[in-house]
């Protein structure tokens, strides 16, 4: 077995997904996010419930692996095409867990997601975007990978709580 690996997750995996949310999206939105807005999204986003609704809503995670446990995980979900038929994927979720952090592996999953959209390319032109939270130092690393800002917003995500994003994109 390799040291390091990513494989395409199954509604099994669900609990693996949560589980290390549990810790990287926490450890992430610490200090961005209050108490109550960071309980909102993690029932909202990563509950089994709706961890299998987005299976189904053709969410597609890969977990990373390495010396056998789950380190990470990504999301990608197509969209649709724009105006200009550029197909646009969205990559929905991008953690490490904080130990694993500084290993490279974060830019192993974003490569994954990349290859992921390229081999399911129903056009010739494809971008995949990303919402960011503004504070979030992460914005550096989808930088360094070559992502540029294409607008920002302040999305209502619903019991009075907004997502104040950057919307990041990277034409493949």
Request: aromatic share 12%; charged share 25%.
């Amino acid at each position: 077995m390799n040291e390091v690996f990513i494989r395409i997750a199954r509604t099994d995996d669900i609990s693996v997904i949560h589980d290390m949310a549990e810790v990287a999206f926490r450890h992430t939105y610490r200090e961005i996010l209050s108490p109550e807005q960071m309980e909102y999204m993690m029932d909202w986003m990563y509950s089994p419930a709706n961890l299998l609704k987005q299976f189904e809503d053709g969410h597609v995670y890969h977990i990373l692996f390495s010396l056998g446990r789950p380190c990470g995980y990504v999301s990608v979900q197509k969209e649709g095409t724009d105006a200009d038929k550029t197909e646009v994927w969205h990559l929905q979720k991008i953690y490490v867990l904080p130990s694993e952090q500084g290993k490279g592996f974060g830019k192993l999953l974003f490569e994954k997601a990349v290859s992921h959209v390229k081999e399911n390319l129903s056009g010739i032109k494809a971008r995949i975007e990303l919402n960011v939270n503004r504070q979030n130092k992460a914005v550096s690393f989808y930088h360094h990978l070559g992502m540029t800002i294409l607008r920002e917003g302040d999305f209502h995500i619903g019991s009075g709580f907004y997502m104040n994003d950057y919307i990041m994109g990277l034409d493949i």
